[in-house]
C-alpha cells in the first residue's frame, strides 16, 4: 500500500494526490520497488515518505531557492530523489544512511532519474558523520528522516551548518497521533523535541500535519 497521512481516509488521500502533481515513471517505480520490499519483509513500509510530502518538499527546495542540502536517513531514496529534483543543475544533495542494502535501490534510481551527479551518498552512522563535516554555514535545506532518538543531536548539529533562513524538515513528528499518548522512546523522544523547539528561540517553528508530521524549521 502507498503511505499515505494517518489523518486521511484512503478516498481522501486519493483525491490529495489526484489534485498535486503526480510521480513520473522513475519515481513511481521507486514507490512501487520499495513497496513491493516492505510486502516481502525486506524492508519497513513506515519508512517510505508519501508522495504527496515527496511532491511538497521538491517544490519547497525549488521555491526556497536552495544549492546545498542535506538528508539524514535515505532508505531506498525517494525522499532524495525529490529533494535533488528540486535543486539546480549545479545543487548537491548529501545523503546520511547506514544501510548499504536500502541504498543500493536508491543509486539505481537516481541514475533512472540522471542525477547522480547532484548526490553524495555517505554509508554509515550518521551523527558522527555530520559532526565530522566542518560547522560552517553550507546548507540552505536539510531533511531528517531517522532514529527519532537521534534527532534533538541532529537538529543541534545542524544549526551551525544552516545558512541564515535555511529550513530544516524533521519527519514523523506526530508518531500517528501517538505524540498525545507517548506509548515508545521514541514517541517520548518526539514529545520532548516537539516541546523544546516550539521554545526555542534560534528557530521559527511550525508543526504541519502533513503526513506523519512533518516539522518546519528556519533558522533565525
Known amino acids: 500500500m502507498t503511505p499515505r497521512s494517518f489523518l486521511l481516509t484512503p478516498e481522501l488521500a486519493g483525491y490529495v ?52 542540502a542535506i538528508e539524514i536517513g535515505t532508505f531506498t531514496g525517494y525522499s532524495a530523489l525529490c529533494i535533488a529534483r528540486g535543486l539546480p543543475d549545479d545543487g548537491r544533495l548529501v545523503c546520511l544512511d547506514r544501510s548499504e542494502e536500502w541504498t543500493a535501490v536508491a543509486r539505481r534510481f537516481w541514475e533512472q532519474a540522471g542525477l547522480t551527479d547532484r548526490i553524495d551518498l555517505h554509508v554509515g552512522e550518521a551523527l558522527p558523520a555530520l559532526r565530522a563535516l ?39 513528528t506526530l508518531r500517528s497521533g501517538r505524540v498525545l499518548d507517548p506509548r515508545s522512546d521514541d514517541d517520548r523522544a518526539l514529545v520532548a523535541l516537539n516541546a523544546v523547539l516550539a521554545a526555542d528561540e534560534r528557530w521559527e517553528t511550525v508543526l504541519l500535519p502533513l503526513a506523519d508530521g512533518l516539522t518546519v524549521l528556519r533558522k533565525r
Open 17 to 68: 494526490r489526484a489534485s498535486s502533481e503526480a510521480p513520473d515513471a522513475v519515481a513511481a517505480g521507486l514507490l512501487a520497488e520499495t513497496a513491493a520490499m516492505a510486502e516481502r519483509g525486506e524492508a519497513p513500509a513506515s519508512f517510505q515518505i508519501a508522495p504527496e510530502q515527496g511532491a511538497f518538499m521538491q517544490l519547497l527546495t525549488r521555491a526556497l531557492g536552495a544549492r546545498r
Open 134 to 172: 566542518p560547522a560552517e554555514e553550507t546548507f540552505d535545506l536539510a531533511f531528517v528522516d531517522a532514529d527519532k532518538t537521534g534527532y534533538a543531536d541532529y537538529v543541534e548539529e545542524l544549526y551551525d551548518r544552516m545558512t541564515p533562513n535555511g529550513v530544516v524538515l524533521l519527519d514523523n
